[in-house]
């Protein structure tokens, strides 16, 4: 069990009489996407959420690489290497592309408690920065303010702004969400690339994009793991096939 | 690029004039003039403070003329007793600028420490309601204690000394004022470019993503509350030296008001709008408070233009957009 990253106990969380994260556990292990499929209204953003740190858990823990993080800030499981995209994408409009990624950086050497060194003349955090946006093909937009972006070029600063967080592990939400078909197949190419430095768990609704990168999949229905297994196991359990892809079939 | 040099240039400008006709003042032996450029200054002082909490952190503090007051009471205080020879918290009064200075920092700095810790839990129209809180209470604190005056106010005999000038004359006064306004603005300037910067400006615009890069949002944004309030605190001593009175008008909610007005007609987060703000404020003062007393009326105009048709103030109309780089 060394090799696991990321592990959810017993994650539950309440809102009223709704549960919608109900006794979910999971490991993320070292190399791996884990994808975590399910239908709209399944508890995947409440479960992003208690993963992330946003959301308190009513029970259960979370850990990464052997250490309880549960009490532990958005901020604080950041620093810590728990690096998250978001569904809709979050970044710091009035800062360039190149400044979005220097933020993260900066903030992964440690403090921000910096009062009079400029920030432009920081070589490191400059090279860096370009270096990462160039491994995500942003070297072109480097100084483009991320509210001028286009919705594809904003997918992937995400991942740039992850990728500088020094990461254990990625939590990524929806990252294909709007690509298109080009976009949605270069961001699998590189992926796939990407889990050989930290390992991944990646909640999507493009199915296809799902089984052609995941190792492993958990399927969330009504805030419960009703399954979990290899890409085939999924595929082939009755179970999922009535509560999900059924009903995608039909859509 | 474009908008850079030219916001650098207005900003040269705004520095020389400000230096320019006071000097004339001096030649021409026009006092009046000058001390209009000391109170300028001194309230763009207080402006800059404001700024960093209002303009890179996004925090609209309705009650900065708390530490404007308590920089101001700091002065005051300092000379009643350096006057009197009497002793102040086991301490002697001093009638020098540089030590009251660095108290009223650091009790301002305390003040907006406690403010902040309590009021950044909130946010929105909660914290301008409970930073205006506080500072009513400083208002009212100060009106009801008769030790320095209460309603009436404290006045300064003597202003106080700074090394190797005489602060009774006019130019000399200005020209501390302006000195300490210059290096005000250099820290601002290096605070914003600095990492600490970075962090205050995208927390402003994004606390959730601060927060997923692993920026604690609270810490900085009470850091920079201090910092501002302090900045303030320096200006309010100021003030009191140069119209040689304190009162708790200083502490008044229309004074926390003004220093808003000052930095949105300059522009919010440009360096140098607090000095543009409280350039055209004290201009308005003089100019149409000289034709007619409903001269806010027309104040409130322009402001409403700003609000409206210029939201970056008028360096954000002369050299445009900001650009964080």
């Known amino acids: 069990m060394d090799d696991v990253v990321l592990e959810l106990r017993g994650m539950c969380r309440s809102f009223g009489a709704l549960k919608a994260t109900d006794d979910v556990s999971l490991t993320l292990r070292h190399g791996e996407v884990h994808a975590l499929i399910g239908p709209n209204g399944a508890g995947k953003s409440t479960l992003m959420g208690l ?72 070589r490191t955090l400059q090279r860096v920065g370009r270096d990462i946006l160039d491994r995500v093909g942003l070297a072109a937009r480097a100084s483009v303010d991320a509210a001028f972006l286009s919705h594809g070029e904003r997918r992937l600063l995400e991942i740039a702004v992850a990728l500088a967080m020094k990461p254990q592990c990625f939590l990524l939400d929806e990252p294909m969400a709007g690509l298109g078909v080009e976009g949605t197949a270069r961001l699998i190419t590189f992926l796939q690339g990407l889990k050989q430095q930290a390992p991944i768990l990646l909640v999507e609704h493009d199915m296809d994009a799902v089984f052609r990168l995941a190792d492993r999949i958990s399927v969330l229905v009504y805030g419960r793991i009703i399954a979990s297994g290899t890409v085939a196991e999924i595929r082939a359990n009755p179970l999922v096939r009535a509560a999900y892809l059924g009903e995608e079939s039909t859509q | 690029m474009d908008n850079a040099r030219k916001e650098w240039g207005l900003n040269a400008i705004l520095a020389l004039v ?54 101001g009471y700091v002065a005051g205080i300092a000379a009643h007793h350096a006057f009197n020879g009497t002793p102040v918290l086991g301490l002697a009064g001093t009638n020098q600028m540089l030590p009251i200075w660095a108290i009223a920092m650091l009790v301002s700095g305390a003040v907006a420490g406690v403010v902040g810790a309590l009021s950044l839990r909130t946010s929105g129209i909660f914290f301008i309601m409970i930073t ?10 100060a009106l009801s204690w008769p030790a320095y005056g209460g309603e009436d106010g404290l006045p300064i005999f003597m202003r106080n000394q700074f090394p190797g000038m005489n602060t009774s004359r006019p130019w000399d006064l200005f020209v501390i004022a ?22 205050l400006m995208a927390i402003r615009q994004n606390p959730d993503r601060a927060a997923a890069v692993g920026i604690s949002p609270f810490g900085i944004k009470l850091t920079a509350f201090v910092l501002s309030g302090m900045l303030t605190g320096l200006a309010g001593a100021m003030m009191a030296d140069l119209t040689r009175f304190v009162s ?45 007393e409903h001269w806010k009326l027309w104040l409130g105009l ?13 360096i954000g109309l002369i050299a445009g957009r900001a650009r964080h780089g």
């Open chain 1, 51 to 122: 993963i992330s740190g946003r959301t308190t858990p009513d029970a259960g823990s979370v850990w990464l690489a052997g250490q309880d993080i549960t009490g532990l800030s958005v901020a604080q499981r950041a620093r810590l290497g728990l690096a998250r995209s978001f569904q809709v994408s979050s970044l710091i409009p009035e800062y360039s592309a190149l400044r979005n990624v220097m933020l993260a950086l900066q903030a992964g050497e440690g403090h921000s408690y910096r009062f009079l060194r400029p920030v432009v003349f920081d």
């Open chain 2, 18 to 71: 400000l230096f320019a006709v006071p000097l004339w003042a001096w030649l021409a032996n026009e006092p009046f003039i000058i001390t209009l450029a000391t109170r300028v200054a001194i309230l763009a002082i207080a402006a800059v403070g404001l700024n960093i909490a209002l303009g890179l952190g996004g925090m609209v503090s309705f009650g900065h003329a708390l530490y404007l007051g308590l920089g």
């Open chain 2, 132 to 141: 205006l809180a506080f500072a009513q209470m400083g208002f009212f604190f």
């Open chain 2, 178 to 199: 302006y000195g300490v306004l210059m290096v005000a603005l250099l820290l601002f300037a290096l605070l914003r470019g600095a990492r600490f910067g970075a962090a």
């Open chain 2, 248 to 292: 708790p008008a200083m502490m008044a909610w229309t004074m926390s008001g003004e220093l808003i007005v000052i930095i949105i007609l300059g522009g919010v987060g440009r360096l140098f709008g607090p000095v543009a703000g409280a350039a055209i404020l004290v201009g308005f003062e003089v100019f149409f408070g000289g034709l007619t």
């Open chain 2, 302 to 314: 322009v402001l409403l233009a700003v609000v409206l048709f210029a939201r970056g103030g008028l």
